[in-house]
């Protein structure tokens, strides 16, 4: 199984992927979690994105993504929620698959096809995205997972050499 295991780890280091393991809880005690720069100093940019995050009232958990993109998240995810002819739901019981659908298809449109996103009150996960594309917060008792997978167009050629 170590070999197994060593073997993937060697393969996602070549191709350039990272991976991400979490489990949504919903404790109120739990600590939120905000990823600083790299060697862990605050910056302006990312002191700016935990105001933003204080006034949304978002609880950013984990992020491999840039700052910009993070605050986009964010403030589409809130403006969503707390817009209600767009949920169809009552402001207590907000629809994560309307919110993970509405997340996807606006980074799809800004940033380029290939995102997902996730969004629920409980839910596990381990996932690959590209690197600069992954991040998981949660706003109220709903978490989401945004992360972007990498896509890499088959062609012709590709095609007719695999089937011979």
């Not at 997902?116 to 995205?129: E, L, P």
Request: charged fraction near 25%; glycine fraction near 4%.
């Amino acid at each position: 199984m170590d070999i197994i295991t060593s073997q993937r780890q060697k393969e996602e280091e070549a191709s350039g992927l990272k991976r991400h393991s979490f489990t949504a809880q919903s404790r109120q005690d739990e600590a939120a979690t905000l990823t600083m720069a790299r060697d862990r100093s605050p910056t302006g940019e990312v002191m700016k994105l935990a105001a933003i995050a204080l006034s949304l009232n978002v609880r950013l958990r984990s992020s491999d993504m840039p700052v910009d993109m993070q605050e986009r998240a964010l403030r589409y995810a809130r403006s969503f929620l707390d817009d209600s002819s767009i949920s169809s739901a009552p402001k207590h019981r907000p629809n994560p698959t309307l919110l993970a659908r509405a997340i996807k298809k606006e980074f799809d449109s800004v940033y380029g096809v290939a995102w997902h996103c996730v969004a629920g009150k409980s839910f596990g996960s381990f996932v690959t995205h590209s690197p600069g594309g992954f991040m998981y917060f949660s706003i109220d008792s709903l978490f989401i997972v945004l992360f972007k997978t990498e896509v890499k167009l088959v062609t012709e050629l590709e095609i007719s050499s695999q089937i011979s």
